[in-house]
């Protein structure tokens, strides 16, 4: 059970995420429901990573009395951290975007209500 | 080193590096920093040819980054091979070379219309087209998020990039929410993909997935579908493409349509590729619903439209919903469905069609964004309230824009009707009524252009206009000739372009024996 | 040309087909009466009124199929109201369609 609850944390995460997304109206607040799926995903992607009793993939800092050769089966592979932190610098970058967009958006609307900002409809 | 190998990582390098190299040259000069766009953009051309040249002749190639061979592992004793592989087949050298085709035609086209913030212009544009090749070299889930993310990034930078206008922003600010959160649940499948199978490798995957689906492959499965098919503008998840077509400048529109269509390819990589035989049966016919429902939204919503290029905007979406529903036909029969459909194999002809479809669709709806945003370029004006009697002054214009036009509606002898006929007589096959609304939607958009051109081009002449910029005439006259060209000997693409692109959608099991040897 | 299983496309017959088409216009139009006069027959009676200039009568792009979309008025309605440019419809829409296929692939499990 207690393994299940990073899985479980995953679903709350983007749970919450997407209840921002569909229900709030700020863009700003649209913005950190993206966030927060986001973390919910890189959340999981750590998750799936974690083995127990496993050690960092790094071979000149072993822990004492470890050889070296005993160690692919001991060692995590570290892919999903890989993938985790290519994801972050995407997330920053899209966050970056949103909130520039915003500003401007805030400049040329005089508010951030995602009901007043659908000049483009129909 | 022998740079014929090298192709694929070259064809991502070039104006990955152009890119970042954009801003320091436009310091210096403005022209050297066209210059050197064009021409990085001209190499990534011509060693694309020559790549799709070579997949043509030897098949399927592979090129695995950091080792010689895609199997090979580091340490010896690991199990898992975990690397980026760039894989080409047939489908991906049609999608590439169309994407870059209509790549460098748009930027020939924006070399009219770019005056200042050009330095911003061009970096945003190389990256745009770096995340859509890489999209389609790509033979690895996760490489397709990233690509994904980097198209989706610099697309909604360049569809704000006229910030003065109100609109524009707001149309890049919804298309970047929208790219993300389906780009995340793409980055979600990958994720379920990679717990399950401790794999990133779209063929080893495929080569996993085997028979039955489990439940994990089954959620994986819907995420990619419905995150891809929001992508590729799919009705009812089109409501951004309008917005973003619409207020995009000039070229980008353009630019635009083809990186759907890399959304659109990958949807057809999971569907085929890596699920083929066990995909479930709904997903044919959900791809076929929601085809006619983008027909059908996009002529009926485009008839109301005042904004010019809004209004081609609904008819693109419309365009995207032939390709759906020829290629939900097709995959229906691929998977057994419909059986006078499968014994006539009708269905082979329909993913023909939906394929060289997609070819038609971005040279006829590119056409018309050209032509409108040489009119809103010379005009200033956008509005078809506003607009009228411009044929008077713009002779050339309203004569391409009848092409395009014709070609959009599916008029002989244009390469729209070539396409348009083979979707007609093969979707048959799976239910007359497909046809039928297909054809109905055929006659609305003739409708509608009907109007778009009577409020442009014809009446009195009500105000002094020039014709458009040299390079936008030169780009309209290209796509044009291609149109009429391509109407009058639609085999030539058939034989070398789409039937490859067919047979590599159907044979899946070379896309994954060339990677898993 | 197409030529595949069942389906036959040649722009050759398309273009005899205009030629003769083209043709049987001409003719129609050789039966016009020889004695029409430009000027003063080409201008539309209006009861005496005197004909407004062209560009104040020129009917623009926005009431083009004005008649379509008010006899459909039901159906743009609805129309309207689901492109209703609200960011969160848009993404709203893909929560739909995801939680549609996820009923169907699953429910469709249960029963069969």
């Known amino acids: 059970m207690i393994y299940n609850l990073p899985f479980l944390t995953v679903v709350a995460l983007i749970a919450i995420g997407m209840y921002a997304m569909l229900f709030k109206k700020n863009l700003i607040k649209i913005a950190i429901g993206l966030t927060i799926v986001e973390s919910g995903v890189n959340l999981f992607l750590i998750t799936l990573g974690y083995r127990e009793g496993g050690i960092a993939p790094i071979f000149t800092n072993l822990p004492p009395g470890m050889s070296p050769e005993e160690i692919p089966e001991k060692m995590v592979l570290p892919v999903p951290q890989a993938l985790t932190l290519t994801s972050i610098v995407i997330g920053v970058a899209v966050l970056a975007l949103i909130l520039s967009l915003a500003i401007r958006i805030y400049r040329h609307y005089g508010t951030l209500n995602a009901e007043e900002v659908r000049r483009l409809k129909e | 080193m022998n740079l014929m190998e090298h192709l694929p990582a070259l064809i991502i390098a070039i104006p990955l590096i152009t890119a970042f190299l954009t801003p320091l040259v436009d310091r210096a000069s403005k022209k050297a920093r066209n210059v050197l766009v064009f021409i990085s953009l001209l190499i990534t051309f011509i060693l694309v040819v020559l790549l799709v040249q070579r997949v043509f002749d030897k098949g399927i190639i592979t090129y695995v980054m950091g080792a010689s061979n895609p199997t090979e592992t580091i340490p010896k004793q690991a199990a898992v091979p975990i690397r980026i592989v760039l894989e080409i087949d047939g489908l991906s050298a049609f999608m590439l070379l169309i994407s870059i085709f209509i790549s460098f035609i748009g930027l020939i086209y924006s070399f009219a219309h770019i005056k200042e913030g050009g330095g911003r212009f061009y970096t945003l544009f190389l990256l745009m087209v770096v995340g859509m090749i890489g999209m389609e070299l790509t033979g690895d889930l996760f490489n397709l998020f990233v690509f994904l993310e980097i198209l989706s990034i610099s697309s909604a930078a360049l569809i704000a990039f006229e910030f003065k206008r109100a609109t524009t922003i707001e149309a890049g600010i919804k298309y970047i929410i929208i790219s993300s959160i389906s780009a995340l649940f793409v980055l979600f499948a990958v994720g379920l993909f990679y717990g399950e199978y401790d794999l990133l490798n779209m063929a080893a995957i495929a080569n996993e997935i085997g028979g039955a689906l489990s439940h994990i492959d089954k959620i994986a499965l819907i995420l990619l579908f419905s995150a891809f098919a929001m992508k590729a503008g799919i009705a009812p998840m089109h409501m951004w493409m309008p917005d973003a077509y619409g207020e995009a400048p000039g070229a980008i529109s353009m630019v635009l349509i083809a990186t759907t269509q890399a959304s659109l390819y990958a949807l057809l990589r999971v569907c085929f590729t890596i699920y083929n035989e066990a995909l479930h049966v709904v997903f044919p016919i959900a791809l076929i619903l929601l085809g006619l429902a983008s027909i059908f939204i996009g002529v009926t919503m485009a008839l109301l439209q005042d904004d010019i290029k809004r209004l081609i905007a609904y008819a693109a979406v419309a365009e995207v919903g032939y390709i759906v529903l020829a290629i939900g036909a097709g995959l229906y029969g691929f998977l057994g469905g419909g059986d006078k459909f499968a014994s006539l194999e009708m269905w082979k002809v329909a993913l023909k069609g939906g394929i060289f479809h997609i070819f038609n669709d971005v040279l006829d709806i590119g056409l018309l964004f050209l032509v409108a945003g040489g009119i809103i370029y010379v005009t200033k004006e956008r509005s078809l309230n506003k607009l009228g009697g411009l044929a008077h002054s713009m002779k050339y214009s309203s004569i391409l824009f009848l092409i395009g036009l014709a070609a959009v509606a599916g008029l002989p002898p244009m390469n729209g009707f070539a396409s348009k006929i083979i979707i007609y007589e093969s979707i048959y096959g799976v239910s007359p009524i497909l046809s039928i609304v297909a054809i109905l939607a055929s006659i609305v958009m003739l409708a509608i252009f009907v109007k778009i051109f009577h409020a442009i081009f014809t009446g009195p002449k009500l105000a002094e206009h020039g014709e458009v910029p040299k390079y936008m005439l030169a780009s309209m006259i290209v796509l044009a000739g291609l149109i009429i060209f391509f109407g009058l000997f639609p085999d030539i693409v058939l034989k070398n372009l789409v039937n490859p692109a067919v047979n590599a959608l159907m044979e899946y099991g070379k896309y994954i024996s060339a990677v898993m040897g | ?112």
Do not use: C, T
């Not at chain 3, 017959?13 to 006069?37: N, S």
């Not at chain 3, 539309?44 to 459909?72: I, Q, T």
């Open chain 3, 1 to 112: 040309m197409i030529e595949s299983v069942e389906i036959y496309w040649n722009p050759l017959v398309w273009l005899i087909a205009f030629i003769v088409i083209a043709i049987v216009a001409y003719i129609i139009r050789a039966f016009g009466k020889k004695e029409h006069k430009k000027g003063e027959q080409a201008k539309p009676f209006l009861s005496g009124v005197e004909e407004p200039s062209k560009e104040a009568v020129h009917v623009r792009g926005g009431n083009v199929y004005w008649g379509f979309v008010e006899a459909l008025k039901g159906y743009y309605g609805a129309m309207k109201k689901m492109h209703s440019g609200r960011v969160n419809d848009y993404v709203a829409w893909f929560v739909v369609i995801a939680s549609i296929l996820f009923v169907v692939l699953f429910a469709l499990e249960a029963i069969l």
